[in-house]
């Protein structure tokens, strides 16, 4: 196998391919690469919802034990963790949907959907939760 980067007489040698480690990270850069994240993890959340459902129909042990962890402190961080992906999936999907059509493609409006989609995540994760201990209390 020839190695990328040798050379032979009189051949420049072949440029190397940019690395995340070269690019200035960008608002926009950012949030694909937490879009792909959340998505990853809204998996594993669809598990533990799916988990909780099986329980809630299984019996009441089953719930008791889901409701359990569910309801614990960690279990509490992890649904709040969901959540924030859920919301920040979500609007960064409308935001690609947006730059599907043609719209928001200019740098400066684009950086700015990047922090929208950002602030709109925690505040409407804060709102649902807000909703939730305000509902079940």
């Known amino acids: 196998m020839s190695n990328s980067t040798a050379t032979r ?11 995340l480690s070269i690019y200035k990270p960008i608002p926009t850069m950012m949030m694909s690469i937490v879009h792909r994240i959340t998505g990853g ?4 959340g669809m598990l533990l919802v799916a ?4 329980a809630a129909s299984t019996s009441e042990d089953a719930f008791g034990l889901a409701q359990g ?3 614990s402190w960690i279990g509490i961080l992890v649904l709040i963790g969901f959540t924030w992906a859920l919301w920040h999936h979500l609007l ?5 949907l947006l730059w ?3 719209y928001a493609m200019d740098k400066h409006t684009a950086t700015t959907l990047a922090w929208a989609t950002l602030a709109g995540s925690l505040a409407l994760t804060l709102l649902t939760w807000i909703a939730v201990f305000v509902v079940g209390a």
């Open 9 to 19: 007489p009189g051949m420049k040698p072949r440029p190397l391919s940019p690395h």
């Open 41 to 44: 993890a809204l998996y594993f």
């Open 51 to 54: 988990w909780w459902l099986v």
């Open 69 to 71: 962890v569910m309801g």
């Open 92 to 96: 960064g999907g409308m935001r690609h």
């Open 100 to 102: 599907d059509t043609g």
